[in-house]
């Protein structure tokens, strides 16, 4: 290949990997298309407000601690999250309520806590990350005692 033809193919192949570059900032914020991306989760306003469901350990005094993932499925938080969201969807949070409470009572470490409430709050995002981190509301589906 002549000089002049390797110049021509670079200036060629650069103009198209610039385009490409290029293209996600020509269309609407919400267009996603693989491999050029224009990560629409992050270019479009997110609510104010989230409703979290999740499984609370309280304590006869009132202090609470959200139970982690292993003691409600496994390590994987997404699939703890399923996990809460399958039992509130099929009616089943006590049940959830009452399996989550037999593994919390085999750990020493929950000894402080008597009772779990499976809930679903509803939390400020911006206030919560400010230090505000009592939710707008709380809908209790289910309470059970931890049973030792």
Same mark, same amino acid.
């Given at each position: 290949?002549?000089s002049?033809?390797?110049?021509?193919?670079a200036?060629?192949?650069?103009?198209?990997v610039?385009g490409?570059?290029?293209?996600?900032?020509l269309?609407a914020p919400?267009?996603?298309?693989f491999?050029?991306?224009?990560y $629409?989760?992050? +270019?479009? /306003?997110r609510a104010?407000? =989230?409703?979290?469901?999740h499984?609370v350990a309280?304590s006869?005094d009132?202090?609470?601690?959200?139970?982690?993932p $292993?003691?409600? +499925?496994n /390590?994987?938080?997404?699939q =703890?999250?399923?996990t809460?969201?399958?039992?509130?969807?099929?009616?089943q949070a006590?049940?959830?309520?009452?399996?989550?409470?037999?593994r919390?009572?085999?750990?020493p470490?929950?000894a402080e806590?008597?009772w779990?409430?499976?809930s679903r709050?509803?939390?400020?995002?911006?206030?919560?990350f400010?230090?505000?981190?009592?939710?707008?509301?709380?809908?209790?589906r289910?309470r059970?005692r931890?049973?030792?």
């Amino acid at each position: 290949m002549s000089s002049r033809a390797a110049a021509v193919y670079a200036y060629v192949a650069s103009a198209i990997v610039l385009g490409v570059v290029a293209a996600p900032a020509l269309r609407a914020p919400t267009y996603d298309s693989f491999p050029a991306s224009s990560y $629409p989760m992050f +270019a479009r /306003d997110r609510a104010r407000e =989230a409703t979290i469901s999740h499984v609370v350990a309280i304590s006869d005094d009132g202090r609470h601690r959200p139970i982690p993932p $292993p003691l409600i +499925a496994n /390590d994987e938080v997404l699939q =703890a999250a399923a996990t809460i969201h399958a039992a509130l969807r099929r009616k089943q949070a006590m049940k959830l309520c009452r399996d989550v409470a037999e593994r919390v009572a085999e750990h020493p470490k929950w000894a402080e806590f008597t009772w779990l409430e499976v809930s679903r709050d509803r939390y400020d995002v911006i206030t919560y990350f400010e230090g505000e981190t009592k939710p707008l509301s709380r809908d209790t589906r289910a309470r059970c005692r931890i049973q030792r």
